[in-house]
């Protein structure tokens, strides 16, 4: 079936000048007339932005025309020149992939680009190729200068450790007393208990802050035990900058001796061998942990909701033991036969878990539930599943896009309204906002087109409030969808689920496809059980296979299994 033609005609003008205001009835019939009669296309939408800078893409009409796009509703997008739908060449491109995603004609008049040619195609792929050149040598050329700027020991701008003051005359950070007697202590303290964990345990018992004031974790005391810059040690360029792995050493830019020490060599030498003992495999510092079962507080059986016992497993070749789970009942009355092991439970848990942090930075409101599962089940573990429940991919998708809590929706502004039914609700809200964007269009039109204009001043700010009014009313439509749940601050989620996931990661190196068998021969199964009950409040089994997660935000995700698997 052919697809109906229908055109996007997008204007927009700066207001700065008058002669702006004179452009905008010249781009919209000069785009009427092309969209009529060059490209014989009747059916069309008009959208304007009058008064907003090209700089970026925040702009109400274009917003609006962009998801409109999304919903498949046009085949052509019609602008007066480029430069209308933005000056800034990053978010052109990132516009045109989208396009070209949902099979959008894109159609400059002025520059003759229309990109359903082949060569208006090929002279926008021109300019992108250039956009892209320009993001690399930009990049480069940034580079460059702080890679000089390293060599010459000077500040690049990090974070300043605990420990150290910003020197304002020096532009360098300078000893402060009162913190470099906290980190004397630490690395003290470490060589008595020879425990991170430990360590952030009591620091935390004492009331000692970190730099930021906040608690310790494993984590930022192992920051602190191994960053040279307490032994007056001064690097650069350790680490790759999407990925934070290790570059080759002779990447590194190292200065010795640069500037004053808190710790002497001879400790932090006495720290680092300690640490390397404790995390590479070493008995006498992992003993401790030997009998720690990871899961024992969080699996449960789905065949009957009990919770599951936990305990060694067989030991491997190798001397290694993982963690078995079995069903209370079996242990009672035999009736229910449910287990699973370290070894399949958890590389599809952290690995799931990876992938949900992925979402968490990547997502946006382009990104479909589709595109959303598809991130959540990258990677060979996931293999198995048919999809993820529905429902579970929206409330995901709610949460994380719109920060809605899940929780279920009561009116607060007028007691009276509680009872009236959902939709009447819905109608009385959609009313009021198509009375709004009305208001909106008049306010446009009387400043563009009246003789006795209001001033610019006005018009911004009238603007302005008939918009954050608008966004109200989409906030309060937005909230009769909500679902009933638990909810915990989905910020304070993502913070304490990033750091954590960090501290285990960064001891493999790599947070694709982590490999859990080397993650649990080199990590301390105290600081992976810490991990996880940070973030997760029950993991549900059957016969080996997770069936559902919840985790401590409120959200619970089902996983339904490919047949015969």
Known sequence: MERKLKAALYLRVSTFHQIDKDSLPLQESDLINYAKYIL???????????????????RPDYQNMMARIRMGEFSHL????????????????????ELKKYKVTFISKNEQFDTSTAMGEAMLKIILVFAELERKLTAERVFAVMMSRAEKGLWNGATVPLGFIWDEETKFPKIYEPEAKVVQYIFDLYE??????????????EGVKTKRGGSWTARTVGAILTNPFYI????YNTKTQKTRR????????VIEDHHPAIISKEQFNRVADILKGNYRGDYNRQRESKNIHILSSIIKCFKCGSNMNAGND??????????????YLFHKTYTCNNFASDLTVL??????????????????????????????????????????????????????????????????????????????????????????????????????????SMPKKDFVLKRQEITNKIEEI?????????????????????????????????????????????????????????????IITEVVVDHKKIHHITFKNGLTHHFEYKENQ
Not at 232 to 235: F, P, S
Not at 496 to 522: C, H, P
């Open 232 to 235: 007056g040690t001064y690097r």
């Open 314 to 327: 067989r030991a491997r070749k190798n001397g290694f033991t993982p963690s078995r789970y079995t069903c």
């Open 246 to 253: 290790w570059k080759d050493k002779s990447e590194w830019i």
């Open 40 to 58: 014989g296309i009747d059916d069309f939408v008009i959208f304007k932005d009058p008064g907003y800078s090209g700089k970026d893409t925040d």
């Open 192 to 205: 008595k208990i020879r425990s991170t964990t430990k360590v952030a345990k009591q620091l935390n018992m």
């Open 474 to 534: 989409n906030s309060k439509i937005q909230g009769l969808h909500t679902e009933e749940n638990t909810f915990i601050d989905n910020k304070e989620f993502s913070l304490q689920a990033k750091a954590s996931f960090y501290l285990i990661t960064q001891e493999i190196g790599n947070s694709k496809n982590i490999d859990v068998r080397y993650l649990l021969e080199n990590v301390d199964k105290s600081v992976i059980k810490d991990f996880l009950s940070t």
């Open 78 to 97: 019609l602008v007066w020149k480029i430069d209308r739908i933005s000056r800034n060449l990053r978010d052109f491109s990132e516009m045109y992939d």
């Open 347 to 452: 590389p599809f848990l952290i690995n799931y878990i990876g992938n949900y942090m992925t979402l968490q930075e990547r997502i946006t409101k382009n990104h479909s539930y589709r595109d959303m599962e598809s991130i959540l089940l990258r990677g060979k573990y996931f293999k198995d599943i048919e999809h993820i429940n529905k429902d579970d991919i929206k409330s995901t998708y709610k949460l994380l896009v719109n920060n809605l809590p899940i929780v279920n929706y009561q009116m607060q502004d007028e007691s009276e309204e509680k009872n009236i039914s959902f939709k009447d609700r819905y109608d009385i809200y959609k009313a009021e906002k198509e009375k709004h964007e009305n208001a909106l269009k008049r306010l446009d039109d009387l400043f563009l087109y009246a003789e006795d």
